[in-house]
């Protein structure tokens, strides 16, 4: 072992260092996606420009996590990645000040998004090498970050209610430089894996299970395009407070908070196919009810609890797979991978088409898309998604 990597402490989770930097990390999230592209719409741009903006925040993902999953798995310093990628984030984002002119954004959302979008594979890829063989715990600690959403979701609404949405890029400055801070306390952690066999990436890459799994994450991601981006919109549009708009953001992730708790027990009672399957049926299901149902409180509160399953079911039997498949030195690459083709490649496509689409088809239709992306995972994933045996 080289000298760099046995002088960092031994790997035993830090619980709460790691829960601080989820929390704010999704804090970020918390801010960004219910109340952004509102300010966008103050601002006076298009559904079409709101769409593409929006898009890059997630088309970032595509080179962003692989191009620093190489470089961790080659030096082995994922932390020093992350307080990096964290801290120019910020900094990059801080142009939303200078200038509001769309190309201006474009720029903007480009330069913090790549920086931004490098940070979570690696402190996911860091978090399970301190969890070792208990990666069950993965979603105590993960859970943090929807508490973080949930405070600024519900948070922010208020303050918009109070004030005006030109609050909003100020929060998410505010919040973008804690991620920073709260990854300070985060120690390195290295693991050597000098009597483990592994495959070739191409040959990871060429498994059916694999191929599947990817494909299945990119269009369930595609199907979360609208609502991203354009959920908060479409209630305003039908006279919901942003208050209201809030709390249903909010009540999203509280149910994915419930998942997360109880995960360590489904996962191992059902499986992580079988709970795949349903989540990506009850998927569908929740882009339905949205479609149809919007006028109605008590619809749109059971499409909001079904993010457990769209979200929280999907990514917990995502992470759990991906660390499954890919192993040693190819777990930062393999987060990375997992991040860029569901979040990169399907959440922008999924973001711009809805933009391109929602002034022409209206709302109602474009969340019916959403709901036939979820079925073609749900297909996808009944061919070819397997635990590796």
Not at 156 to 163: C, F, M, Q, S, Y
């Amino acid at each position: 072992m080289s000298k760099k990597y046995s002088q960092l402490p031994p790997c035993s989770p830090p619980y709460w260092r790691l829960s601080g930097f989820y929390f704010f990390y999704f804090a970020s999230l918390g801010a960004l996606l219910p109340y952004w592209s509102p300010y966008l719409k103050t601002l006076g741009f298009s559904s079409f420009q709101i769409g593409l903006l929006m898009s890059i925040v997630l088309a970032t993902k595509i080179v962003a996590p692989n191009v620093w999953g190489w470089i961790a798995d080659h030096t082995g310093q994922r932390m020093i990645i992350v307080r990096l990628a964290s801290l120019l984030s910020a900094v990059c984002f801080a142009g939303v000040f200078i200038d509001s002119g769309f190309w201006w954004l474009v720029i903007v959302m480009v330069c913090f998004s790549f920086f931004w979008n490098a940070s979570l594979p690696q402190f996911e890829a860091t978090t399970m090498n301190f969890l070792g063989c208990e990666t069950h715990r993965y979603n105590t600690i993960r859970m943090w970050g929807s508490i973080g959403f949930i405070v600024t979701a519900i948070g922010v609404g208020w303050l918009v209610e109070w004030r005006d949405l030109s609050v909003v890029p100020v929060v998410i400055l505010l919040v973008f430089f804690t991620i920073w801070i709260s990854s300070l306390a985060v120690p390195e952690c290295a693991v050597d894996h000098p009597h483990i066999e592994h495959e070739s990436l191409r040959q990871v890459l060429k498994r059916k299970e694999v191929v599947a799994l990817l494909l299945s994450c990119m269009l369930i991601q595609a199907s979360h395009g609208a609502y991203y981006t354009f959920y908060s919109i479409y209630l305003q549009d039908l006279s919901y407070s942003n208050t209201v708009i809030g709390q249903l953001w909010a009540l999203g992730v509280i149910a994915e908070i419930v998942l997360f708790v109880l995960m360590f027990r489904l996962m191992p009672r059902f499986g992580p196919r079988q709970l795949f399957l349903l989540a990506l049926l009850l998927s569908a299901l929740r882009w339905l009810l949205i479609a149809q149902w919007p006028e109605s409180i008590f619809w749109l509160v059971v499409a909001q609890l079904l993010h457990a399953a769209s979200f929280g079911v999907v990514h917990a039997v995502a992470i759990h797979l991906i660390h499954q498949f890919f192993t040693g030195k190819h777990q930062g690459r393999g987060q990375a991978l997992y991040s860029s083709t569901s979040f990169g490649v399907g959440g922008a496509f999924g973001s711009f088409l809805s933009g391109a689409l929602w002034q022409g088809l209206g709302g109602q239709n474009v969340f019916l898309l959403s709901a036939l992306f979820a079925v073609l995972a749900y297909l996808v994933a009944l061919w070819g998604v397997r635990e590796r045996v």
